[in-house]
């Protein structure tokens, strides 16, 4: 059997759809080929000399052996996860032929995952895109790029025409450099839709809303090297060691030196649990009962820090009052945890401190998930484990830049870092683009809808069936335009089918075909669908943020192969297209309709105010990525005397405060009061008012601060909480005196009405921000963290069974959310989870279907299904079952089953491993595949020599509805199917 | 003189594979052909180890014994290495190797498999150090270089330590004294059964 794991011998003689796979020859310039044709005698030869010890040496070997010898080296950044390895190049007469340990990176030290040992494959691949396609007839067909540009234009124009700018789906990527994400983004506002999103809403869109609700930016606080400081390491929904390998290597060796406590919490026993020092097994969907299982015994027991609570956080009490229900037996009968369990865990993680907590999209992608993860910061809040060495929320992103694409706001709520979409939003991009608010205001349908988040990606193509009344805009979307995103990590996938066919514009542009293409051929599509082959990221040049939020740059390694083109070109491209390049360029040089890098990233800086993205100049990131070797391992500071990065953090972690001349350093770990500002310290943002008002039992009410209470950064002039700097509070302190003259004309000239409201945000002169720095101060303010996050669907997170739950008993108690109207659509949770209780779907389905990653792949797959040095070795769709449940229906480990879905008649043929890494009742599949559909091998819908090596069912045919209210956030991680043998 | 070993650490082993693509990379090894893979032993199962394999180099090497051509040598490094151009593919090799390390590019028996290939401790083979007939025949001459196997330069977690046998000992030495637990070097438990706690 070739499935995963004990038997990894991989088949020479395969059959069926590998071998078919495979048939091509390879006739490309390869690496053997190009040294054959160069004629590269062998020249003198270096005598073996002493050897470096071990694997981890850490001095640089010479780079060229005869063979190699005038390659350059050039660094990259990974593409496949959000670690953020360097990738070590070489490169010969414009060819990539060898990859080399990046011994120099603070973050990786020399080491790969299989995917990141394997990414010189991806640019030299026969298989990826060579032209721009159109589907004529049914029949992919060669066209030009100006043809497919003038083409998809025009289409974009008629539909503008008749349905406007919002019936235009702009679907952009995590996989795109922050310039790529940034220009897309802009590309949707100046085309006039806040249809614009990417990855981040399928993977942490959950993690970005609940945690900056609760402190003030969503994002990882601390970094992967950080962990190597902490007692306990808790993963709580996640599974690094095949989502993140490389972060393994700090969490294993973390664990080692300082005798760790490593505690796994997952339904599965995964490749990460294997190495627990407690594992814990939950039913999936039952993370709020989880933690507040955990925190029962902490407030049980006393080993809350009231000190740290006291000062910094804000409704303890009430979240008191939820988590007192959560007894050890409710706990037990909802999660199926035994209560003595639950308190070892609790006493390790609130006593052997510091601790972390870690999750990925075991946690998120739940209709709970942006509770789950409120719950999860509550935690860690409760115990004090924020803003501190070996601690705080270590999210583990997805994608190698998924950070930053949503920092950037490729997104559907707001613009570019965080503004929002109000009014002010607007006209601070707007002075930073040098262009009308009002010609902006001119390209949307109304100001209205300007002002009014868009559809989440997770709902594209009801966007395009719903009824027109449904969708709240002026017409259905008739037109996606897919940049980078696959369509099988996208639940509902025989929903999509009507979507693919309902469209009268599909535009792929991608190095690879995707199921974008196969499933729109399979929907029935003759026509009206384009491909563009776009450059691997590793041939184009910029920034890309890692999940600790450090800022990489990645020189482009070789140019653009066949006639891919960078995203950039692309974006540019169909800006001309559209007429209004010259507006959104004005202030980045443009050189053969390629927009360059570094110019997008200084406009970036200009107007990144709220996140603290202004201080990393494309200047400084290149001599960060320079001088990496000169960074620490642990705190990843270089030391204060070097010339060029003296003083600062690896990759300038956000906020990194003021203009680059300011020189902050960055902020390794975020909200950290032991260190003054300028050097990374911080403290919890005031975002959500000063100070609230409360009702009292007694009917009266009471005004409660939201600032925080006699804490504050190290060397902080205000030795207490205190608001967001504005002029006016510059003013009330004496400090606008501080204020340069051109400072002041710059803030005058944002608001001649009123300039005392210009704020640290808004403030394009950085002076508000200069000044709060100089007196020691966060620029955004000094708050408390909220346990009660007011305005939130559940402000104190609560448990809901999922959509689709095995547990009907529960459901009365523990019901999903009702029926309302959000983004544009209506969520009908509530409706189909009581319609699957009283149709029985939980009798006729009773296996809970879970989904996750392997390591060999990544996202939907088809660039990793391409690869066959990673192809070789998962060869096959495949589901997890256990024992019992395989020996109750006959099911051989190995042999081919039906799984059968509670939605569509959804059906799915694939292999079954049978194991013990699930539990009883629990079924897993990883959501890499895709290519069939059905039953059926759709290798033929590809375009010729396309089709990736590998091809298997999508996990998402299966899974079914559930959306978050926050975020519209899918539910791939809980459902329920049937398996039988096939 | 360096005698060349490789040595994982089953406690820091996570079954990634950076080891098995790297060396596919570095050597453009075909499909179907595996010179280093995981093996995972009580997969999902409490107690689930994983441990990387390829041609352990061993010192009185079985391979070698057994081979009816004497195609297979070791190096002053102790690397184990052979001849493709000497090779008859009878698969002898492969039944006498304990860790199933020598692969064939075909299916067949006696003489019909091709020319055997295995790991080669990134060393090359018999032809001039870094040549082109080199390359093509057995991959990449890191050790020639100065570099070490790039499976072990590559490993995610540092589980997969290559070098000289008495060096990589001592830093697997020190790690397992400073982390108090596990001799999880593959093997050990059979070696010694119970008589060294773990």
Not at chain 1, 564 to 593: Q, R, T
Request: some cysteine; aromatic content about 8%.
């Amino acid at each position: 059997m070739l499935i995963k794991r004990t038997q990894q011998r991989s088949a020479i003689t395969s059959s069926g759809s590998i071998a078919a796979g495979l048939s091509g020859q390879r006739s490309g310039l390869d690496r053997r080929a190009f040294l054959r044709r160069s004629g590269l005698a062998g020249g003198a030869l270096a005598a073996l000399t002493t050897l470096p010890p071990g694997s981890v040496r850490t001095a640089k070997a010479a780079i060229a052996g005869p063979l190699t010898s005038g390659a350059t080296v050039r660094k990259s950044i990974c593409t496949h996860c959000s670690v953020g390895c360097t990738v070590t190049a070489e490169v010969l007469n414009g060819v990539w032929i060898g990859q080399e340990p990046s011994w120099d990176s603070p973050i990786n030290r020399g080491s790969h995952c299989a995917k990141g040992a394997s990414v010189r494959e991806l640019v030299h691949s026969e298989r990826r895109l060579r032209y721009p396609m159109k589907l004529v007839g049914g029949q992919w067909t060669r066209v030009s790029w100006d043809t497919a540009i003038n083409e998809i234009g025009d289409k974009l124009f008629e539909i503008r025409e008749k349905s406007g700018p919002d019936s235009v789906y702009w679907l952009g990527s995590a996989k795109m450099t922050n310039e790529g994400s940034y220009l897309f983004r802009k590309l949707g506002a100046f085309w006039g839709t806040n249809n614009t999103d990417h990855q981040a809403r399928i993977c942490h869109s959950t993690t970005v809303t609940g945690v900056a609700n609760t402190w003030g930016y969503g994002a990882m606080t601390n970094s992967y090297n950080d962990i190597r400081n902490a007692k306990t390491q808790m993963i709580m929904g996640g599974n690094p060691a095949e989502a993140h390998p490389v972060s393994l290597q700090h969490l294993l060796e973390g664990k080692e030196l300082q005798k760790a406590n490593f505690i796994v919490i997952d339904p599965r026993l995964t490749r990460t649990a294997a190495h627990a020092t407690e594992y814990v097994r939950m039913r999936p969907g039952t993370d709020i009962p989880v933690l507040y299982g955990i925190m029962w015994h902490i407030l049980q027991n006393g080993w809350e820090d009231q000190e740290f609570i006291r000062q910094r956080v804000y409704g303890f009490d009430d979240l008191r009052k939820e988590v007192e229900k959560w007894n050890p037996e409710e706990v037990e009968r909802v999660s199926g945890i035994p209560g003595e369990q639950l308190k070892r865990v609790a006493k390790m993680f609130a006593t052997e401190k510091p601790s972390t907590l870690i999750w990925a999209m075991g946690q998120t992608q739940k209709t709970v998930g942006t509770a789950n993860v409120r719950a999860s910061c509550i935690l860690l809040l409760m115990t004090g484990n924020v803003g501190g060495p070996g601690m705080g929320a270590n999210i583990f992103r997805g994608h190698d830049n998924v950070q930053g694409a949503t920092d950037v706001g490729l997104d559907i709520v707001t613009l570019p870092f965080y503004y929002g979409l109000a009014e002010g939003a607007w006209k601070h991009w707007a002075r930073v683009w040098e262009v009308d608010y009002d010609f902006l205001k001119s390209r949307f349908d109304s100001k209205q809808i300007m002002e009014t988040p868009g559809i989440p990606l997770t709902r594209w193509f009801e966007a395009a069936t719903l009824p027109k009344e449904q969708v709240a805009q002026k017409d259905n979307v008739r037109a996606v335009f897919v940049q980078g995103h696959a369509s099988n990590s996208i639940t509902r996938v025989p929903e999509s089918l009507n979507g693919l066919k309902a469209l009268e514009l599909l535009v792929i542009a991608d190095p690879h075909p995707t199921t974008w293409a196969s499933l729109s051929v399979e929907a029935g599509r003759k026509d009206g669908v384009y491909i563009l082959p776009v450059a691997t990221q590793f041939e184009c040049k910029g920034s890309r943020v890692a999940s600790n939020r450090s800022l990489q740059w990645g020189e482009q390694i070789v140019k653009p192969i066949f006639e891919s083109k960078d995203d950039l070109e692309v974006i540019y491209l169909v800006a001309k297209k559209l007429g209004f390049a010259d507006k959104m360029f004005k202030n980045i040089k443009v050189e053969n309709n390629l927009p360059e890098a570094e110019d997008t990233l200084r406009e970036m800086n200009r107007g990144s105010w709220s996140t603290g993205y202004c201080g990393q100049s494309p200047e400084r990131l290149k001599a960060h990525m320079k001088n990496q070797a000169k960074f620490d391992f642990l705190t990843m500071r270089a030391p204060k005397d070097d010339p060029e990065v003296g003083g600062d953090y690896y990759g300038l972690p956000w906020p990194c405060w003021g203009s680059p001349e300011v020189r902050h350093p960055g902020t390794p770990l975020l909200y950290n009061t032991n260190l003054s500002v300028m050097d990374g310290g911080g403290t919890f943002r005031p975002r959500f008012g000063i100070e609230r008002e409360e009702k009292l039992p007694d009917g009266t009410t009471r005004k409660v601060s939201l600032l925080a209470d006699g804490s504050y950064s190290k060397d902080s002039e205000i030795k207490d909480g205190y608001p967001e700097f504005t002029l006016a509070s510059l003013k009330k302190l004496g400090w606008d005196k501080d204020l340069s003259e051109t400072e002041m004309a710059t803030i005058t000239k944002i608001n001649s009405a009123n300039p005392d409201a210009v704020s640290w945000s808004l403030d394009l002169s950085g002076g508000i921000q200069r000044v709060a720095l100089k007196h020691g101060c966060v620029p955004y303010g000094n708050g408390k963290a909220r346990m009660n996050a007011f305005g939130l669907p559940d402000p104190i997170p609560v448990h809901r069974e999922p959509i689709y739950t095995p547990r009907v008993d529960l459901v009365a108690k523990y019901p999903t959310l009702p029926d309302a109207k959000q983004f544009r659509l209506p969520n009908i949770g509530f409706s189909v989870q009581k319609a699957a209780v009283e149709k029985g779907i939980a009798k006729q389905f009773p296996l809970i279907l879970s989904s996750g990653r392997l390591v060999e792949y990544e996202g939907g797959g088809e660039e990793t299904r391409t690869n066959p040095w990673l192809a070789e070795l998962q060869q096959d769709m495949f589901i997890e079952i256990s024992p019992a449940d395989a020996a109750d229906r006959g099911i051989k480990d190995g042999g081919w089953v039906w799984v059968t879905g509670a939605e569509n008649n959804s059906r799915a043929r694939m292999k079954a491993l049978v194991t013990e890494r699930v539990g009883k009742g629990v079924a897993w599949m990883p959501f890499h595949f895709g290519g069939w559909f059905a039953g059926k091998d759709l290798r033929g819908n590809y375009p010729k020599g396309t089709d990736p090596i590998v091809l298997g069912e999508s996990a998402n045919t299966i899974t079914t509805y559930g959306y978050d209210p926050a975020t519209g956030m899918q539910e791939p991680k809980v459902t329920l199917c049937q398996i039988a043998a096939a | 003189m360096a005698r060349m070993k490789f040595l994982c650490d089953a406690d820091r082993c996570i079954e990634c594979n950076a080891c098995v693509t790297a060396c596919k990379n570095e050597h453009e090894v075909p499909w179907g052909i595996n010179r280093r893979r995981v093996v995972t032993i009580n997969d999902g199962k409490p107690g689930e180890r994983s441990v990387s394999m390829a041609c352990m180099h061993c010192t009185d090497a079985p391979c070698a014994a057994v081979c009816p051509v004497n195609c297979i040598y070791t190096t002053a490094d102790g690397v184990v290495l052979h001849s493709k151009d000497l090779c008859i593919g009878c698969g002898y090799c492969f039944y006498a190797c304990p860790f199933g390390a020598p692969q064939y590019p075909k299916v067949g028996n006696f003489g019909s498999r091709g020319k055997m290939d295995k790991c080669t401790f990134c060393a090359g083979g018999p032809e001039a150090d870094g040549s082109k007939a080199e390359y093509e025949k057995y991959g990449a001459n890191r050790l020639a270089e100065g570099k070490l196997p790039l499976c072990a330069e590559m490993c995610s977690t540092k589980s997969l330590l290559a070098g000289d046998g008495e060096i990589i000992a001592q830093i697997y030495k020190e790690r397992v004294m400073k982390r108090g637990y596990g001799s999880g070097a593959w093997g050990w438990k059979t070696a010694y059964r119970e008589t060294i706690e773990s």
